[in-house]
């Protein structure tokens, strides 16, 4: 694990939790764990443990070299640059449908949803901070809608997770956005180590 992700065990210690089972392949304990943490009253808890999490993906952003987001993003065949985008777009998406579902505005047409849609493959540093900044402005509004609502049925379908509730939709955004900074932790982690075997 790491440092960012150990840092968020004491700032963001409900999304951790739930993640963890991912980390360790038990998918039903990430369901438990999210039902168990997004009960009533759980959102404005949950909307600030988003922001950290969002602190720790733009302290990746900032601290990666320009070459480094052309790099593979360890997801598919996506770059560095695609996954931040992605990220930022699916925080923003996941909050803002539980916010919609909590305020009585679920649109009758919407679309379904289409997992691992990548970020573009050129997004410079300076857009991907600007997006990550958006989609924690999202986050604040759909917590708003979504508090006193959190056990609210949703009616998003995600093809990989199924159907959560309001509350729930919040968290498991924080939770899928731990996955990619584990992704890019490591890919921090071998370019340090690539470095350092380099000689001078």
Do not use: K, Y
């Not at 951790?16 to 392949?25: F, L, M, S, T």
């Not at 309001?166 to 921090?188: I, P, T």
């Amino acid at each position: 694990m790491g440092l960012r992700l150990e840092a968020l065990e004491i700032s963001a210690p409900d999304i951790v939790a739930a993640w963890r089972g991912i980390e360790d392949g038990r998918f039903i304990s990430v369901r438990r764990e999210v039902r168990r943490r997004a009960g009533l009253g759980s959102a404005e808890l949950v909307v600030a443990q988003l922001a950290a999490v969002a602190d720790a993906l733009a302290s990746v952003v900032a601290s990666l070299p320009v070459a480094a987001f052309a790099l593979p993003g360890g997801e598919g065949d996506w770059n560095v640059a695609q996954a931040l985008g992605h990220t930022a777009e699916a925080r923003a998406g996941l909050a803002m449908a539980g916010g919609l579902a909590a305020s009585g505005r679920w649109p009758a047409d919407a679309a379904a949803v289409v997992p691992s849609v990548p970020g573009a493959a050129d997004a410079t540093r300076e857009t991907l901070l600007r997006r990550l900044a958006t989609s924690q402005r999202v986050i604040e509004r759909a917590g708003r809608q979504i508090a006193g609502h959190e056990e609210e049925p949703c009616p998003l379908e995600h093809p990989l997770v199924g159907r959560l509730r309001c509350g729930e939709w919040l968290l498991f955004a924080g939770v899928h956005d731990l996955m990619h900074l584990e992704q890019l932790e490591n890919l921090e982690r071998a370019e340090r180590q690539r470095l350092e075997a380099s000689p001078p």
